[in-house]
């Protein structure tokens, strides 16, 4: 993973979303036009959190998030996520 030149501030984490799935578990691929967006990905990214909360999660945590969380944005070919840490829903 090349170092990202990019910092979140206050309380947002930036995530890289976990490939969609190709196949069904019976082996039928899925087309592009019917993936599910995924919600789980990787914490690449935080910020210094607010004054009165600390930010929970870290660099390289796994999380889930909501099916509609975040604003996405594409840093050198890569897809990413940024949200508030209070739209990551778990650690896994």
């Given at each position: 993973m090349a170092k990202l030149k990019i910092?979140?501030?206050?309380?947002?984490?930036?995530?890289?979303?976990?490939?969609a799935e190709e196949k069904t578990a019976a082996g039928i691929i899925i087309?592009?036009?019917?993936k599910e967006k995924p919600q789980k990905g990787t914490v690449v990214a935080i910020g210094t959190g607010k004054?009165?909360?600390?930010?929970?999660?870290?660099v390289g945590d796994?999380?889930?998030y909501?099916?509609?969380?975040?604003?996405?944005?594409?840093?050198?070919?890569?897809?990413?996520?940024?949200m508030r840490e209070s739209d990551v829903v778990a650690i896994v």
């Open positions: 910092k979140p501030l206050a309380d947002r984490v930036l995530i890289e979303p976990d490939a087309p592009d036009t019917a004054k009165d909360e600390p930010m929970t999660v870290k796994s999380v889930l909501g099916k509609y969380a975040g604003t996405e944005l594409t840093i050198g070919g890569t897809n990413y996520l940024i």
